[in-house]
């Protein structure tokens, strides 16, 4: 929801100024304590959502990362727990709020009504109603972590069916219940008329999930991340069909359905549609938990940049203030939530997760945008050049030049790598090109490089839990030849 605006009851040359001010905040870039009407007259435009997730150091309080939001014309906001600090900066500021209840919290959540109950006494009911939660998300892409699968899959609707009871009995009967779920819930999703939910989990989670939602008029939250699809098959996707700026040419018409797609975003939406019709709930409504795309990465982490960054989130936002629905539902009104407020630095994994964010943690912007998706193109100042290393070869090594103090992990992290794919490892065994040295280290940067190029266009990433680093120096020596990111 819009922030609050003074109704000026003084002189037409007062209110002109006041406007005036407003417009200048706008366009110079200031950030203020509270949205600046710039293009949304009495506060009637409601913007993207955003995640506000909170690993990093030195971000600002929650009272200035609520300002911040503001300023930049977020309609509402997702947090990850029941953080009672953010919560109460939300408190009167109108702003729709979700928050997430964490994976471990599900098993006994779905086995205990008492411990559902407590659960929003301690964390729900105190801040209600001054802070406005219309979403209790049950989980964070549960269905992705298959070694919770026994204890937490089939104990999501339960803890929601709880939960519901729970918050019935505090009197708090205006939160809708949901869970997020990343596009790998799929087994298919192309062409969207394709869809369909994976065989693990279509009939035992997917399906009671889809009645409940269903029966309490809640949402299907997806996380569709364009650039990840993109990044994995630049080859056949262009990245200007991805940033919502793709020519006629490179539209894409649906086979089994003839309906024609302008967007990558789109046909990720559509899949999911298509998957809840196959089991029989194609009219539950959609929201988009999580989207954006990174300003940053690693080395050989393609079109991560500011100017891809921004081109993807500004029109996203200018697109979903049309309420455009998709080509299966158009018109369709679908919350969206932008990933993510800040550049989190510790978060773990590449480059790309500590980059998705619309301001640094020392509150300047990455880059300009309004999320109300109202302000004119031609007013935002250029853009940088894709400055990113899209051309350029990149491997995967052991971090700190090589030299590492836990032996033990570095082995552990190896022994992992060569245990993945085909061949991972081949080199290094007796008798192969990198064999020699035969010392831990070469060996872990030749396992590191080789898993990593093996799987990283499907999500594998050079992390090894901080034991790697990406570099754009050939690490290949003598007749050992380190595959690279372009071969």
């Given amino acids: 929801m819009a922030a609050a605006t003074m109704a000026p009851s003084f002189s037409h040359r007062a209110a002109a100024a006041v406007l005036l001010a407003a417009a200048l905040a706008c366009h110079l870039n200031v950030v203020v304590a509270v949205k600046p009407e710039c293009h949304c007259p009495g506060g009637r435009c409601r913007g993207l959502g955003v995640n506000y997730g909170t690993v990093a150091d030195d ?66 009911a105190p801040h209600s109603p001054a ?89 299907y939250f997806v996380d569709a991340y364009p650039y990840f ?32 797609y302008t967007n990558l975003l789109d046909q990720m939406l559509d899949a999911v549609i298509a998957a809840m019709g196959k089991l029989g709930y194609g009219n539950v ?45 158009p018109g369709a009104k679908m919350p969206v939530f932008l990933f993510s ?23 300047t912007k990455v880059y300009e945008i309004d999320l109300t998706g109202q302000r004119p193109s031609r007013s935002y100042p250029p853009l940088p050049p894709a400055d990113d290393t899209d051309s350029s070869p990149a491997w995967c090594v052991l971090a700190g030049g090589g030299k590492a103090a836990d032996k033990k992990a570095v082995q552990d992290a190896l022994d992992y790598a060569c245990q993945q794919g085909s061949g991972t490892c081949t080199a290094i065994q007796p008798g192969g090109a990198c064999y020699e040295p035969d010392t831990l280290d070469a060996h872990a940067s030749y396992a590191f490089n080789s898993y990593w190029q093996q799987f990283r266009n499907a999500g594998g990433t050079c992390f090894f839990n901080g034991l790697a680093e990406t570099t754009t120096k050939d690490p290949s020596y003598g007749s050992c030849k380190f595959p690279s990111s372009e071969d």
Avoid: C
């Avoid at 999703?189 to 889809?210: K, Q, T, W």
């Avoid at 006629?248 to 649906?254: I, P, Q, T, W």
């Avoid at 407020?341 to 509150?363: C, F, I, M, S, V």
């Fill in 229 to 260: 699809a993109w990044a994995a098959n630049r080859d056949t996707i262009s990245l200007d069909y991805a940033l919502f700026q793709g020519a006629a040419s490179s539209h894409y018409v649906d086979p089994g359905t003839g309906l024609t």
């Fill in 59 to 124: 971000l600002p309080s929650a009272t200035r990362s609520v300002q911040l939001l503001r300023a930049a014309g977020a309609g509402a906001v997702k947090i990850y727990d029941a953080n009672p600090g953010i919560l109460r900066a939300l408190a009167g500021t109108g702003l729709p709020v979700a928050i997430m209840v964490p994976n471990a919290a599900i098993p006994s959540l779905a086995s205990s009504h008492a411990a559902a109950e407590d659960w929003v006494a301690a964390n729900l």
């Fill in 285 to 329: 409504k959609l929201a988009v938990s999580e989207t954006g795309w990174p300003s940053g990465g690693d080395a050989g982490e393609a079109g991560a940049n500011v100017r891809n960054a921004a081109t993807y989130n500004r029109n996203l936002a200018a697109r979903m203030s049309k309420n455009p629905g998709t080509p299966a539902r």
């Fill in 341 to 363: 407020l800040y550049n989190e630095d510790q978060k773990p994994g590449a480059g790309t997760e500590r980059h998705w964010g619309l301001y640094y943690p020392n509150q």
């Fill in 131 to 219: 802070t406005r939660v219309m979403y209790l998300l049950v989980g964070n892409e549960v269905l992705s972590n298959r070694a919770i699968a026994g204890s937490t899959w089939r104990a999501i609707v339960p803890a929601m069916a709880n939960l519901h009871r729970a918050l019935r009995a505090h009197g708090i009967r205006k939160v809708k219940l949901g869970t997020t779920l990343a596009m790998g819930a799929l087994s298919a999703s192309y062409p969207p008329s394709a869809g369909a939910f994976r065989d693990d989990v279509a009939e035992d989670v997917i399906r009671p999930l889809l009645r409940f939602l269903n029966a309490t008029r809640s949402f």
